[in-house]
């Protein structure tokens, strides 16, 4: 299929890597006008070779600068909200500030940009809303994934409460809860483990290999879209099997 997501315009955070970036590339396919944001500018630069002009820096942790793009930007009909940071530890590893950095970065940034742009949704007769979420901390539980594992329980709850809020008013808002995914942010913590490290990850894997961020776009396009009108409030799994 193509252009399922003609005449749509959709924003995405954390779009320079990994999921966000896939979903970035994805939704252009399908038709839509894009506005890619990150911290990342080399990843945004190379995203504008790939034809996705609309790029800039955002801080989603910051309310003033989400505020002032959602103005900048104007009506969306699609929001993406990719920012996220896995955390390592347990709770004897998670000191107060990782706590806090864990649930601003992946929490209250969703909160923020739904915050900021969904008068303008409002105001255009609707729209989609995609969160990514996690398998961890939602459908099942990982080891040293103790704050990680909380942030992604809360983005599913926080889903749900802005489905069922804006359920009359054109608004869906879904989650989207990968397993293991092969991004480079997941490349960089199985090198932290050293020789084998990668291997280690896809050892849990009952498929026998990582998922991949182009089957996440997958989903994501399809929450997007209007195949999806009928869909709303829910977490979706994509973890090849792993919490079977």
Same mark, same amino acid.
């Given at each position: 299929? /193509?252009?399922?997501?003609?005449?749509?315009?959709?924003?995405?955070?954390?779009?320079?890597?990994?999921? $966000?970036? %896939? !979903? @970035?590339?994805?939704?252009?396919?399908?038709?839509?006008?894009? *506005?890619?944001?990150?911290?990342?500018?080399?990843?945004?630069?190379?995203?504008?070779?790939?034809?996705?002009?609309?790029?800039?820096?955002? &801080?989603?942790?910051?309310?003033?600068?989400?505020?002032?793009?959602?103005?900048?930007?104007?009506?969306?009909?699609?929001?993406?909200?990719? /920012?996220?940071?896995? =955390?390592?530890?347990?709770?004897?590893?998670?000191?107060?500030?990782?706590? &806090?950095?864990?649930?601003?970065?992946?929490?209250?940034?969703? =909160?923020?940009?739904?915050?900021?742009?969904?008068?303008?949704?409002?105001?255009?007769?609707?729209? #989609?809303?995609?969160?990514?979420?996690? @398998?961890? $901390?939602?459908?099942? %539980? #990982?080891?040293?994934?103790?704050?990680?594992?909380?942030?992604? @329980? /809360? *983005?599913? #709850?926080?889903?749900?409460?802005?489905?069922?809020?804006? +359920?009359?008013? $054109? +608004?869906? !808002?879904?989650?989207?809860?990968?397993?293991?995914?092969?991004?480079?942010?997941?490349? $960089?913590? @199985?090198?932290?483990?050293?020789?084998?490290?990668?291997?280690?990850?896809?050892?849990?894997?009952?498929?026998?290999?990582?998922?991949? %961020?182009?089957? +996440?776009?997958?989903?994501?396009?399809?929450?997007?879209?209007?195949?999806?009108?009928?869909?709303?409030? *829910?977490? =979706? +799994?994509?973890?090849?099997?792993?919490?079977?």
């Amino acid at each position: 299929m /193509a252009d399922r997501l003609k005449g749509k315009r959709a924003f995405i955070t954390a779009g320079a890597a990994g999921i $966000g970036r %896939a !979903c @970035a590339l994805a939704f252009t396919r399908e038709g839509a006008s894009v *506005v890619a944001t990150d911290i990342d500018e080399v990843g945004l630069a190379s995203l504008k070779k790939e034809g996705i002009a609309d790029t800039y820096r955002l &801080d989603v942790r910051d309310t003033a600068a989400v505020e002032a793009m959602a103005r900048k930007v104007g009506k969306i009909d699609i929001l993406l909200n990719a /920012a996220g940071f896995v =955390h390592n530890g347990t709770v004897l590893e998670c000191s107060d500030s990782d706590w &806090d950095f864990s649930f601003d970065l992946n929490v209250k940034s969703m =909160h923020r940009t739904i915050g900021a742009f969904l008068p303008v949704m409002l105001e255009g007769g609707g729209g #989609a809303i995609v969160n990514v979420s996690s @398998a961890a $901390g939602v459908f099942k %539980a #990982a080891p040293n994934r103790y704050v990680y594992s909380a942030t992604k @329980a /809360a *983005v599913a #709850a926080l889903t749900r409460a802005v489905a069922v809020d804006f +359920i009359t008013k $054109g +608004i869906r !808002c879904n989650a989207i809860c990968p397993g293991t995914i092969e991004t480079p942010s997941m490349l $960089g913590r @199985a090198a932290s483990l050293g020789a084998g490290g990668r291997e280690m990850f896809v050892s849990r894997q009952p498929m026998g290999r990582l998922g991949t %961020a182009e089957e +996440i776009a997958s989903l994501a396009v399809y929450l997007a879209s209007d195949e999806s009108a009928f869909t709303t409030g *829910v977490a =979706h +799994i994509i973890d090849g099997g792993w919490t079977l």
